[in-house]
């Protein structure tokens, strides 16, 4: 870099240094002053040489981490002179010592603190949830520390473009799991918002890109929709003279993306896209009485909705949020939200409890900032039930090798992760497993082989005529599961061979041969078949028949020729072993190609398997994830257990891509549902089998006055092909929607 460039780059640091000065302005004293720009000093001297991965200088992270903490979080004068500092300890020569000689023992304090969390998000260690957990409550008593690291992550996500693609989904992950919902129970809902935009970007990029273009594409319409809705109630509030303005707030792109996930509705169909929002400029005492007064005006206006009434003035939620929400009919026929608070709680809503305590009066001489931390430092420690909700979360989503399930009486089953809806039938009761037909999760009716998320409630679905077979081994992980199904299986062919050891009594009969032990141990070493039992069930299928015994027989005459016929299939079919993977393919592929696992060509290696909790195929965004057991396994980026798997298990993801490849078919599932014609299954059937090279593994429908829901597994080449084909369906009389299990298109 020439010396016209350095130069250019010193005015730069220094005007954003100027404008940090600009935002602690109204806040902070003159003697303040004198340490941050201390501060600012020490740290531009000590990240001299640092560059962000994106070239620039590293002390821009620092400046605008503390500006983050000033603005967004509402911190002091201390605190934007640990953000200054935070880095250097963890990332340059300088020591705790260095700092404690500089600054004092407060500043010196939070630095620790800052560097002993940054070794928990080591980048080759990964986070542990446990570890989260346990930094949370031992650096507690320094909460200072804590939103300076979500400071920290804000900044870190907002230039998340730098990193490579591997680093960008775990940090996502990391954000999404942990920092987010930590955001959320602080508070900071602006904070919180944009950590899961961000997060989303880079999760799953093509959902994040296609909501907001829709955003874009229909924001004017929405404007002057906006405009007529709110025409008659500025009119109506003006005319009681309260002060107010009127703001349109669209919702996240994340939070679009979460109702049309959960609600299985397209875009267009997220009716709150948008919320009204009413601020009024009132004093403390009259709060309450003024909001009333404007929710009875809006109402008097347009029809409410009285299950959609929320009121959190009377009380509050535990983050502190207060606020009056209503959803009203639009003249145009469309519910619309209607939030309603005063300036004092909207600034809470936005920034959390730093502005909360900035309106109460401090009474035993405490600093507003004081309080506030002492109030976050209770949320995080408290051990009462109503506080603890931030907590459980982690319990329910965190710890787990573990998920918690709940049956439709409420009971708590623990399972372990990965389980499907067979796992915990068999959890249950072998019977219950035995005859399992199905499940409802969450009311919603779900295969056998449907992976179980931490708080799902599961009611199985059973039927006297339902049996094991043998391919439920692979929708099992619990060993118990497995071992009852393995039971059930050695059952069923134990009745099987006895009608079997009939039948070939008969058989060997008309072939003049004697029914003894030796001619049975003769057959055995025909067949290659360890056992007499082995011999009767394939009889009793049908794999050993007529002409395999004539075959024999001719051998046994001094033929011989003939005895190719047998059937070569007849063991290999019916054995149930796991297929394993041969581990040395693996091994390689990883050594010559680290980063990336390319999925897709040599099948037959069985390097990888595909996960059958998301069933991707090829065009899906996926990762491989090195399991102990079954060698590699791919996963869809948008897989529920992903988020899990990449932030605690990182080390062990692979990159994977697929090769274009139109020999391989893989799993997809369907789901289908509108209303019950005549001739539908029929018309799905046919619409399917017409489509090239699909072929349907099973398939459900499940009818209820009149409607109906229906599942499908289908083999499938790639994510092209399945679009082509639900297009189809769609079209089919009857049918009104069509959505992918576990991931619903967003352009659909
Ligand atoms: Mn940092």
Redesign the pocket.
């Known amino acids: 870099m020439d010396e016209a460039a350095l130069a250019k780059e010193r005015t730069e640091i220094l005007k954003r240094y100027r404008s940090l000065l600009n935002v602690c302005r109204p806040t902070i004293r003159k003697e303040d002053r004198k340490r941050i720009r201390q501060a600012f000093d020490f740290a531009a001297k000590a990240h001299i040489e640092h560059r962000r991965k994106s070239g620039e200088p590293y002390i821009y992270?620092p400046i605008a981490?503390a500006k983050i903490v000033v603005e967004e979080i509402g911190l002091g004068a201390t605190s934007v002179v640990c953000s200054l500092l935070?880095?250097v300890v963890e990332d340059t020569d300088y020591t705790l010592e260095d700092i404690s000689e500089y600054f004092d023992e407060e500043v010196s304090r939070i630095i620790d603190g800052l560097t002993k969390i940054s070794g928990i998000f080591d980048q080759t260690t990964s986070i542990q949830a446990e570890n989260f957990r346990k930094m949370l409550l031992t650096l507690s008593d320094d909460v200072r520390v804590i939103l300076i690291k979500l400071a920290?992550r804000l900044h870190?996500m907002r230039t998340l473009d730098s990193l490579p693609p591997k680093k960008q989904l775990k940090v996502a992950n990391e954000t999404l799991y942990l920092f987010a919902p930590l955001a959320h129970r602080l508070g900071f809902h602006a904070i919180k918002s944009e950590l899961e935009d961000l997060a989303l970007k880079y999760t799953e990029p093509e959902v994040y890109q296609t909501i907001q273009q829709k955003l874009a594409d229909t924001r004017e319409e929405r404007s002057r929709f906006i405009q007529a809705f709110t025409k008659p109630i500025r009119k109506s509030l003006q005319k009681e003279d309260l002060d107010f303005n009127i703001l349109a707030r669209t919702k996240s792109v994340s939070s679009i993306w979460g109702k049309m996930k959960n609600k299985e509705v397209p875009f267009e169909e997220v009716y709150d896209i948008f919320a009204i929002r009413i601020i009024l400029n009132t004093p403390y005492y009259r709060e309450k009485a003024d909001c009333w007064k404007a929710y009875s005006l809006v109402t008097d206006i347009y029809q409410p909705n009285p299950d959609r009434l929320r009121d959190w003035i009377s009380t509050p939620k535990a983050n502190g949020y207060e606020s009056l929400h209503t959803t009203v009919m639009s003249r145009q026929g469309k519910w619309v939200e209607v939030q309603i608070r005063t300036a004092r709680m909207d600034e809470v809503a936005e920034k959390g409890y730093a502005a909360h305590w900035k309106y109460k009066e401090s009474a035993t001489g405490e600093s507003g900032i004081d309080k506030w931390l002492r109030r976050i430092r209770e949320i995080l420690k408290s051990a009462e039930t109503d506080a603890l909700d931030f907590i459980d979360d982690f319990k329910l989503n965190l710890f787990s090798d573990e998920i918690i399930v709940f049956t439709p009486k409420g009971e708590l089953r623990t399972l372990p992760l990965g389980s499907t809806a067979l796992d915990f039938a068999y959890s249950i009761h072998t019977q219950v497993g035995d005859n399992c037909l199905g499940a409802k999760v969450n009311h919603k009716l779900v295969p056998l082989s449907h992976a179980l998320k931490s708080g799902d409630q599961v009611e199985i679905i059973t039927s006297k005529k339902q049996y094991p077979k043998p391919d439920w081994l692979n929708y099992v992980t619990t060993a118990r599961a497995k071992g009852k199904i393995k039971a059930a299986l050695k059952e069923q062919r134990k009745n099987q061979a006895e009608d079997g050891k009939e039948i070939l009594e008969r058989k060997l009969k008309q072939f003049k041969i004697e029914f003894t032990p030796e001619n049975i141990q003769k057959l055995l070493d025909h067949f290659k078949l360890p056992a007499p039992l082995d011999l009767y069930y394939e009889v009793a299928i049908g794999k050993i028949g007529q002409k395999e015994l004539k075959a024999y027989v001719s051998e046994q005459e001094g033929g011989g020729i003939l005895s190719y016929i047998r059937n070569p299939f007849g063991r290999q079919r019916e054995s149930q072993q796991p297929k394993e993977p041969p581990k040395d393919p693996i091994r390689q592929q990883m050594k010559e190609k680290p980063d990336t696992l390319l999925i897709g060509d040599n099948l037959e290696n069985l390097s990888y398997t595909v996960s059958p909790c998301c069933n991707p195929i090829p065009g899906d965004d996926v990762f491989g994830f090195v399991t102990i057991q079954d060698g590699i396994k791919i996963h869809r980026n948008s897989c529920p257990n992903a988020v899990q798997l990449l932030s605690k298990y990182a080390y062990r993801v692979v990159k994977a891509k697929w090769m274009t490849s139109q020999s391989i078919a893989f799993l997809a599932g369907l789901r289908l549902s509108g209303i019950d014609e005549v001739g539908l299954l029929q018309d799905i059937t046919n619409t399917i089998s017409s489509e090239y090279n699909v072929n349907i593994r099973n398939i459900h429908i499940d009818t209820h006055d009149g409607t109906f829901q229906g599942e499908l597994m289908l083999y499938i080449h790639d994510t092209q092909h399945l679009k082509n084909l639900i297009k189809k369906l769609k079209k089919i009389r009857g049918i009104q929607k069509v959505t992918r299990i576990g991931k619903l298109e967003p352009e659909s």
């Open positions: 992270h981490v935070h880095d920290d870190n």
